[in-house]
């Protein structure tokens, strides 16, 4: 019992040194997570299509007031009155931050 408590706790420090180890591109933000939410009509690098806008070239605020004003109703919408309902502040800004950041402008 006593010997193969080391091999266990070698065992141990491996798997959290791997877990630590792991690339970062294995971690999904929220605000990806968020974003999924917008792809199916945006598309996952925001461009859009057809009639539906393209969300990279749009600033953090041009896109956080929209969502703004499709929540309020202020802004007129097909759709993104619905969407923009469902999200926070704190969504809108990660959201916001997201799609403006995204390289395709
Ligand atoms: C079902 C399709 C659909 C989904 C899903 C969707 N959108 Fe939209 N979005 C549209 C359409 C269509 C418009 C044009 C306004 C309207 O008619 O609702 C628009 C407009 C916008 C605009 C205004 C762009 C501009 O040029 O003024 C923003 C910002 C926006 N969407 C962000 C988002 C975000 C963020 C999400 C995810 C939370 C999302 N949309 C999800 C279809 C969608």
Same mark, same amino acid.
């Given at each position: 019992?006593?010997?193969?408590?080391? *091999? /266990?706790?070698? /065992?141990?420090?491996? =798997?959290?040194? %791997?877990? $630590? =180890?792991?690339?970062?591109?294995?971690?999904?933000?929220?605000?990806?997570?968020?974003?999924?939410?917008?792809?199916?009509?945006?598309?996952?690098?925001?461009?859009?299509?057809?009639? /539906?806008?393209?969300?990279?070239? *749009?600033?953090?605020?041009? /896109?956080? #007031? =929209? $969502? %703004?004003?499709?929540? =309020?109703? #202020?802004?007129?919408?097909? +759709?993104?009155?619905?969407?923009?309902?469902? %999200?926070?502040?704190?969504? +809108?800004?990660?959201?916001? #931050? %997201?799609?403006?950041?995204?390289?395709?402008?």
């Amino acid at each position: 019992m006593l010997k193969k408590t080391p *091999l /266990i706790l070698l /065992i141990g420090t491996l =798997s959290a040194a %791997y877990s $630590l =180890s792991c690339p970062a591109t294995t971690q999904v933000s929220q605000a990806e997570l968020l974003a999924v939410g917008c792809f199916s009509c945006h598309g996952h690098e925001g461009v859009g299509a057809k009639r /539906i806008p393209k969300l990279s070239k *749009l600033s953090k605020q041009d /896109i956080s #007031e =929209s $969502l %703004y004003g499709f929540k =309020s109703g #202020e802004e007129r919408s097909t +759709i993104m009155e619905r969407h923009a309902k469902a %999200y926070t502040d704190k969504e +809108i800004a990660l959201l916001a #931050e %997201y799609f403006a950041n995204l390289k395709n402008k």
